[in-house]
């Protein structure tokens, strides 16, 4: 602690230089001001070093106990060394210079020591962290009941709400006209204490019957604890030997068990691809007996068409035949003849057309007699006549 405090005391020094250096630096060439610059840098870091050293030293120092912190009176070998050395010497100046050499070796720590203290920061550091984490998850954990209790009651206060809607004020809303006192919420009220009181003296009978039971336990824990008293030491080497035994099957049998899970779900991933590819060469299955079946009608389809177009075919041969045969036996009329068939053809269509609305004017007059005369046998009680 000495040594860093006369570091921090020769800062200054080193400062006050460098402002002199600063005041000069315009006859400074540039390879000297990068120079200054980097020792600045340098200076900097080793501030930087010394400062957390210093934090580190000062907490350490402030965990010790103020009993330590007394320094202890020299050893007699140092005693006599720095007798040696006052009669050696011989002056004043020397006696101070040696003294103060030896009391700088009792004040400066050594690379253990300050490796030690780091670790013992290290070490509280890690303490202080886990009880701060410890604390969180406490406060964290009070937190979450509390809400999870908060929760809870306001699901509570909405239901108790709901039912008092329901129960209450929905009917004094619905009926307006009619006077109704206070007792159909007295009433509610009541029943909601009645409920409540029903649940506390449950809650009462499970925590009494709790409390018997917790009591029953501590009895045989005692009489556990009471039979335990009164066995030897070579009882309890047995029971030592017999315990790490059955430990030592039971990681045993945990190895198994592991080997046993992992083969299982080896076993599952091959039984699960296994599946995928029965799933997807059943899918596959379906579509080709699909695609088979649907093949087959269109076969079925294609050669019904087929003995179709084999029929279609022979008849076509013998019209074809039959009008080969009309066209070599056919002689074209003469002009006139043509001419005066035309004619008559026309002639003939048109007393055709005639006649057929001949017969509709005819059919049309039929049927208005027919309902004039049905009208008239209505009329005269008859049954109606129908038209032929």
């Given amino acids: 602690m000495a040594g860093l405090r006369r570091r921090s005391n020769r800062l200054p020094t080193s400062l006050f230089t460098l402002a002199t250096m600063a005041e000069t630096v315009q006859d400074v060439s540039e390879a000297d001001k990068r120079h200054l610059v980097e020792l600045v840098k340098e200076l900097r870091r080793s501030n930087a070093v010394l400062r957390a050293e210093t934090d580190m030293y000062e907490r350490y120092i402030s965990r010790l106990d103020p009993r330590d912190l007394v320094p202890q ?42 490796c030690d203290v780091a670790q013992r920061e290290l070490d509280e550091t890690k303490e202080d962290l886990e009880k701060l984490k410890e604390s969180s998850e406490r406060v964290l954990h009070n937190y ?73 336990l501590q009895l ?29 099957r039971i990681d045993e049998r945990n190895q198994d068990l592991l080997r046993l899970k992992l083969l299982a779900g080896n076993t599952l991933q ?24 649907s093949r087959k009608e269109m076969l079925v389809k294609i050669e019904e068409e087929t003995l179709q177009a084999e029929e279609e075919r022979a008849k076509a041969e013998t019209l074809n035949r039959k009008l080969r045969g009309q066209l070599a036996d056919f002689r074209v009329p003469h002009v006139l003849q043509y001419i005066t068939a035309k004619a008559s053809h026309s002639q003939l269509e048109q007393s055709v057309r005639a006649w057929e609305r001949k017969v509709e004017i005819s059919e049309m007059a039929l049927k208005t007699h027919t309902k004039t005369w049905n009208k008239l046998k209505e009329a005269a009680g008859a049954g109606p006549v129908t038209a032929r």
């Avoid at 091959?270 to 695609?291: A, F, G, I, P, R």
Wanted: with cysteine; glycine share 4%; aromatic share 4%.
């Fill in 73 to 114: 009176p020299l050893s007699d070998s140092l005693g006599a060394a720095a007798a040696s050395q006052l009669e050696i010497g011989g002056g004043r100046g020397r006696k101070m210079k040696t003294r103060t050499t030896a009391l700088e070796q009792l004040q400066r720590l050594t690379l253990e020591q300050k």
């Fill in 144 to 216: 979450k009941a509390t809400l999870e209790e908060a929760d809870i009651r306001l699901v509570e206060v909405k239901k108790a709400s709901y039912e008092f809607d329901r129960d209450v004020a929905k009917v004094l809303r619905e009926k307006r006209g009619v006077m109704m006192g206070a007792e159909k919420v007295i009433r509610y009220f009541e029943d909601r204490m009645r409920a409540k009181d029903t649940l506390v003296e449950k809650l009462r009978l499970k925590n009494a019957a709790l409390h018997v039971q917790k009591r029953k």
């Fill in 220 to 248: 045989q824990l005692r009489q556990k604890e009471e039979m335990g008293e009164a066995l030897h030491e070579v009882d309890f080497q047995q029971l030592k030997i017999e315990n790490s035994q059955y430990l030592e």
């Fill in 270 to 293: 091959v039984l699960n691809s296994y599946k995928k590819k029965l799933q997807s060469m059943t899918c596959e299955s379906k579509l080709l007996s699909s695609d088979i079946t």
